[in-house]
């Protein structure tokens, strides 16, 4: 198996003639997580449709392991690579259980090894209470748990424990509406799939969650990249200062984990 899972080469978006991304070029291995990270408008949402072929590159190449991204067949990209959007509207009102299942269409298995799979992400993701109910009726955190469950539910091909290389999860901010224990278990959840050889790529304002989950961080500015490096090296003051237009301080920590991350408090800028 190619250990590639999605490589962008010189990858532009386009919106007449403003580039909202520009010039992309980067490999994301199985087993990787990349964090993206940059300012409102920076074009991390962008780039995510980019990877996931919502829209495709103005200019330059995508591929999923190896094969040319536009070439893919839709049902196949979706077997192989699952997507939690920024914002989800469902049209129809749905309970939670057919929502996390709807995690299954492409695998077309709903009535066998699929419902085993929807089942068993019910109870891990915290949502066997919920599971009966009208999914817009949900509160915000509920609802992105539940989008959550159904795209690990697309992400896995037949058993809740197999082999996820090959796989990829692209995720736009999927803590945003968390608290801090479903923000944790995400957390855990991301670093089991990586274990398990599935490709992840995030978006998170959060900089020390997203280092918490990233071995490397790609920062974007003004739709072009910034750098790209492992996330350690990449939490340095003058660096996340430029990123976010804003001073930012990094407070070495004494049990050797990563740095923490945060606004300086003596700027006084507003
Ligand atoms: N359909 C569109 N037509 C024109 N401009 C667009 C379109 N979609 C996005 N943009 C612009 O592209 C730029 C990047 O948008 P994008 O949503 O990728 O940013 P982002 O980094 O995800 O921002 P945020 O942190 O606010 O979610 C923004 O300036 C946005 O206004």
Sequence with gaps: MNETALEMREATLRYGNVSVVADISFALSCGEIVGIAGSNGAGKSSLLRLACREQSPSEGRIWLAGEDLATVRPRDRARRMAVLPQHMHLQFDFTVQQVVALGRSPHGDGENAGKAIVENLLDTCELRHLAGRSYQSLSGGEQQRTQYARVLAQLLRKQPDEDLRGQVLVLDEPTASLDIRHQEQLVHTLKS????????????????????????????KKGRMQSLAATAEQLRETTLSELFGFPMKVQPRDDGDLPLVYPDPAHHAF
């Design 193 to 220: 799939l990586r274990h398990r050889g599935c490709a992840v790529l995030v978006v998170m304002h959060d900089i020390n969650l997203l280092s918490r989950c990233a071995d490397r961080l790609l920062f974007l």
